[in-house]
């Protein structure tokens, strides 16, 4: 159960520091208009930080952490959420700094974006199905 309680802090801290990192940026550069680094922030406090803060009392009041299949799902969304979170902070530097990208480099960056939220959406579905077996 520990581990639910420092995977919500961690992804707190990274919400934190995503969100300065998006004002300080933006600011810097001089940029005014809305990036998907605004968006970062909040997926992190609410995908990262919210949902293990649920898991963790879930797992306080069930046998969640019991169950095998349990450490799948923690594996699955805690490598499709951060990688995400990459893609999403990329895409909004490059917003950000006006770069203009190829096609290629564009559906790369979307393709990625959208392999990661079919794992995440994946990984929530799983998470449901476990807990529907938890006592």
Do not use: C
Not at 49 to 74: D, E, W
Not at 83 to 91: F, Y
Not at 125 to 134: D, M, Q, S
């Amino acid at each position: 159960m520990k581990k639910l309680w420092n995977t919500a802090f961690g992804y707190f801290l990274a919400a934190m520091a995503a969100g300065v990192f998006y004002r300080e940026f933006t600011k810097f550069n001089g940029f005014t208009g809305r990036t998907t680094l605004a968006f970062a922030h909040v997926h992190l406090m609410v995908l990262g930080t919210v949902v293990f803060l649920f898991l963790g009392l879930a797992a306080k009041v069930t046998n969640l952490m019991k169950q095998k299949s349990f450490y799948r799902f923690y594996m699955i969304y805690n490598v499709a959420l951060p990688l995400m979170m990459v893609v999403m902070i990329v895409r909004g530097i490059f917003q950000t700094l006006g770069t203009e990208l190829s096609r290629g480099a564009d559906a790369a960056i979307s393709g990625i974006a959208g392999l990661t939220h079919i794992a995440i959406a994946g990984a929530l579905i799983y998470l449901f199905i476990i807990l529907r077996k938890t006592e």
